[in-house]
């Protein structure tokens, strides 16, 4: 396999602010996609609950219990990627004022 033409185009240097920022929006992205995840389960639940469905077999049917489990893991990933998040931007502000 060839080395790439320009490898440092793909790379992200944390070091420099659009690196920092880069890094901070993925963050801020990983807490909206583990909020999505949450709201579609428990959404799919109750639609499912509400519509009394039979026979769901790509989802959830009538009758079955709530998806505690995965509800709550998503919204600990959530909590966690904020918390990193909320780190990611502050390192982010702080590379942009020593930059200037």
């Known amino acids: 396999m060839r080395p790439?033409?320009?490898?440092?185009?793909?790379?992200?240097?944390?070091d420099t602010p659009d690196g920092a920022r880069r890094i901070a929006i993925a963050w801020t992205g990983f807490v909206g996609a583990g909020l999505v995840a949450l709201g579609l389960s428990w959404?799919?639940?109750a639609v499912a609950q509400a519509g009394g469905y039979e026979d769901n077999f790509r989802?959830?049917?009538?009758g079955?219990?709530?998806p505690w489990i995965f509800v709550i893991l998503s919204a600990a990933f959530s909590v966690f990627a904020l918390f990193r998040a909320i780190g990611k931007w502050s390192r982010y502000a702080k590379i942009r004022r020593?930059?200037?």
């Open 4 to 14: 790439s033409p320009t490898p440092d185009r793909r790379k992200v240097d944390p």
């Open 43 to 45: 959404g799919g639940w």
């Open 59 to 62: 989802g959830f049917e009538a």
């Open 64 to 66: 079955d219990r709530f």
């Open 98 to 100: 020593q930059s200037r």
